[in-house]
């Protein structure tokens, strides 16, 4: 295999590449605004004050969220381009109109998904960003692949995140040809391949769903079949992508899984059979909300984003989980650093003495800021030791685990205890 198949262009033209991104965004709003009163609601108050108010009676809010945690409402617009880019982000998020099977792809993928606020604008500069900065080597170099003629080892193959489908209900998303990386399993509800085959989604076709995701384009697009894979001739499967905008289609190509004969196919796994957790506890979907709300919103806004994440302050995270909280330490510093914290529902994790761990920021940080958007069904369940950082929680495509690796003793380099490299051959 040649070392080009592992360029992962996160600038490549999308299913309405046709169309310029202000036109995606217009019709995003049409649609959004057609539908508004299917969305769920987030608050309901009584101003105090008379706001100003458009069509259907719609307005948009300048909101400030104050240090004890109260709401002020500072002053509304009745502006339609306002109302239309604020009815667009509502949209972004609303899974309800796509089919279930690009509903279940897309839903696995935007649990790793880099917020797209923290990314560059340029799809070039995007591209760029995760090549050389957000991505990390792999385990093989490219003298390891089939052919290799020099003496050296050549470059290190670069991971980038694969999606897995195995065993018809089985989606497995994390870092290829690593041994330990972010981990989200999913067990579908419904399967979206046969159950004796093993396929994976080629990189760039990964990188357009998140694109997808990120730009709210998703919500125009259509799939083919709804409910499951369509047999390939090129790759096994296939799924026929079509943007209401532009009419265009983009086809999405899945790949038999091959570890036997191909040194690459494999991917990080999460030992889950072995994991003990130091602490447990659950919390309803809406804390991830709160919490995005009191920091996660804020941080990738600022030290969080592209040109801020990759430096030595900002690069990792510590948790520090005690029964009363969950607090993030963040902009690290050897004199001084910044924190913000979220309460724990009672009862709490039942903790002996607070527990405390370091992550990578761009491995805890992306799933921290997506979780507020899961449409969770129920409430989601958090447990984390010395070796990892586990969520699982329950949504209607299937039944959701990530677990995010620690920082080992050093704090530079990804804990592997509980990780290892599925289906590495040997």
């Known amino acids: 295999m040649s070392p080009a198949l592992f360029v992962h262009d996160h600038s490549q033209k999308s299913a309405g590449a046709g169309a310029s991104a202000a036109r995606v965004a217009a019709v995003i709003s049409r649609q959004a605004l057609a539908h508004i009163n299917a969305f769920p609601a987030i608050a309901a108050f009584t101003p105090e004050e008379p706001i100003r108010l458009g069509v259907d009676g719609l307005s948009v809010l300048l909101a400030r969220r104050e240090p004890t945690g109260h709401v002020t409402i500072l ?55 995760y090549r050389t ?28 995140k694969r999606l897995l489908l195995r065993g018809g209900r089985e989606a497995l998303l994390s870092g290829s040809v690593v041994t330990v990386s972010p981990v989200t399993r999913c067990v579908l509800a419904e399967p979206l391949i046969d159950e004796g085959d093993a396929v994976f989604l080629r990189p760039r076709e990964l990188a357009a769903i998140e694109q997808w995701y990120a730009s709210g384009e998703l919500a125009s697009l259509r799939a083919d079949p709804e409910l499951g894979l369509l047999r390939a001739e090129t790759g096994l499967y296939k ?82 989980a005690t029964n009363d909280e969950f607090r993030v330490v963040f902009n690290r510093h050897p004199d001084a650093s910044a924190s913000e914290a ?22 805890l940080g992306p799933i921290l800021f997506n979780l507020a958007d899961a449409p969770v069904s129920g409430a989601v369940t958090m447990a984390g030791n010395d070796h990892a950082l586990v969520f699982t929680y329950e949504t209607p495509i299937g039944q959701f685990e990530i677990a995010v690796p620690t920082l080992d003793e050093a704090g530079e380099n990804r804990d592997s205890t509980l990780f290892y490299a599925s289906d590495r051959r040997q």
């Open 75 to 129: 002053g509304s617009s009745n502006d339609p381009a306002q109302i239309e880019a604020v009815a667009a982000t509502v949209a972004r998020r609303d899974p309800t109109g796509l089919s279930p099977t690009l509903r279940a792809l897309a839903q696995i993928i935007a649990t790793q998904a880099f917020p797209a606020h923290a990314l560059p604008s340029s799809p070039e500069q995007r591209a760029k960003w």
């Open 133 to 160: 900065k957000h991505a990390g080597p792999g385990d093989l170099h490219v003298s390891d692949l089939e052919g290799w003629e020099g003496e050296e080892r050549g470059q290190p193959l670069t991971s980038w």
């Open 239 to 320: 799924l026929v992508v079509t943007s209401e905008i532009t009419d265009s289609t983009e086809l999405l190509q899945f790949y038999r899984h091959s570890p036997d004969t191909n040194v690459t196919h494999y991917q990080a796994d999460f030992g889950r059979e072995a994991f003990e957790p130091t602490w447990r506890t659950t919390v309803p979907a809406q804390w991830f909300a709160t919490l995005r709300q009191v920091w996660t919103d804020k941080w990738f806004a600022e030290l969080g984003r592209f040109n801020q994440i990759t430096r030595k302050n900002n690069a990792v995270l510590e948790v520090k």
């Open 342 to 363: 979220v309460e724990f529902p009672q009862p709490g994790p039942n903790l002996t003495e607070p527990h405390t761990a370091r992550y990578l920021s761009k491995d």
